[in-house]
């Protein structure tokens, strides 16, 4: 088959707590996030938005040891992948391309172009699509495709979501039948599936796929699970005044307490590998929520990570997409309802498409109300609440 390459794309974090504020400034500085009127006001802006975010962000990543475990859990992915390929009989080079920080998916792009590949598998770390997360990389990946004539001989295919793939199902069963038998009876333990929240209109307006899919893994994961346990799914990470996708991970920690349950297991259904969102949302955030509510046992599901499992389902995706006739980027960037995401059709600023991405995600709408206000002289960062 000749050179056969995997990228792996993921959103990145920052290393230690001196990239906080670099990791932010690059990621407010991606008009993908935040779009405005004028081109020249994007880094100031996002140096603006860094430096108030940085002190507290830096609180968060302190409470998981000093920085995100993101990359050095993604490389771990990758090596395991690649030995379980080669155990397969595919020998493959594995590349890590994250979106907003080292290493970036333009540096994966720059030593796959010099490797000389001649088919690279393009694999999201996100088993569900949204335009949010697979979509912006691959939004970012048409437009290198674009742009380098040295990427136009590699033979490429993209698999945009895999939440069915029977392998991943098995995994995540594993994981949660692991944290049941913790409990004195298992079978009364509620599974309470938390998954990343994305405004209504990402899915209602923009035909993101988002939602079906966390809904159909939900049921297919049960279905595979084949235990009497309740279940609950939620969708967490909420910020600004819009309406997200419901019920909110914090409201239905509540009416579970209020409901009596004591026991509970919660799923990190759209994370593969630990970060800010599991080790700081979930296990301390929201397990503070639980207790408060009443609901004492409180485990968490730990993300798939490098379980054997879930390496080998992955290693599947990639021979099945090796096997089966490419899928392109094009294809990957449209929705089912035809919106297209990038380029974009007019010019528009504000919020974006794949701008409610990271938990520094209410600095983006702090500066977004402070320009509102310097515009039109109403106390808008009061009505949203940033400054009470």
Not at 183 to 212: C, M, R, T, W
């Amino acid at each position: 088959m000749g050179r056969v390459g995997v990228l792996l794309l993921n959103l990145g974090g920052p290393d230690k707590l001196e990239d906080v504020g670099p990791f932010l400034y690059n990621l407010f500085s991606d008009p993908e996030i935040i779009r405005l009127p004028f081109r020249w006001l994007q880094k100031p802006l996002a140096w603006f938005i860094a430096t108030r975010r940085t002190r507290t962000s830096r609180e968060n990543y302190k409470q998981i040891g000093g920085g995100s475990p993101l990359r050095q859990i993604t490389e771990a992915q990758g090596e395991a992948l690649k030995e379980q390929l080669g155990f397969l009989g595919q020998e493959v080079n594995i590349y890590v391309g994250m979106r907003y920080w080292h290493p970036y998916t333009e540096e994966a792009i720059a030593q796959i172009t010099q490797d000389k590949l001649e088919h690279l598998v393009i694999l999201p770390l996100y088993p569900q699509f949204s335009i949010s997360t697979s979509g912006s990389s691959f939004r970012l990946l048409e437009k290198l495709w674009q742009e380098d004539p040295k990427l136009q001989p590699i033979d490429y295919t993209v698999i945009p979501s895999w939440y069915k793939q029977p392998g991943y199902l098995q995994a995540m069963v594993q994981l949660i039948v692991q944290e049941l038998e913790q409990f004195p009876n298992p079978d009364d333990v509620h599974i309470f599936f938390s998954a990343h929240g994305v405004p209504k209109s990402y899915v209602e307006e923009a035909g993101d796929p988002y939602q079906l899919e966390i809904e159909e893994c939900t049921a297919l994961i049960m279905q595979t699970l084949n235990r009497p346990n309740t279940h609950t799914l939620a969708y967490q990470s909420r910020v600004g005044p819009v309406e997200w996708l419901q019920p909110y991970t914090e409201d239905a920690l509540k009416e579970l307490g209020v409901q009596g349950v004591k026991d509970l297991v919660v799923v990190p259904i759209s994370f593969v590998s630990e970060h800010i969102e599991t080790l700081q949302e979930i296990d301390i955030e929201y397990r503070e929520v639980a207790e408060e509510s009443g609901i004492h046992n409180f485990r968490r599901v730990p993300a798939p990570n490098t379980h054997p499992v879930f390496i080998n389902a992955l290693a599947e995706l990639v021979i099945d997409a090796l096997r089966n006739p490419s899928f392109k980027l094009s294809q990957a960037a449209q929705m089912k309802k035809m919106v297209k995401m990038y380029p974009q059709e007019r010019w528009e600023w504000g919020l974006t498409t794949s701008a409610e991405v990271w938990n520094g995600r209410i600095a983006m709408l702090g500066f977004i109300a402070l320009i509102v206000e310097l515009i039109t002289g109403h106390g808008f960062l009061h009505m949203i609440g940033l400054l009470q």
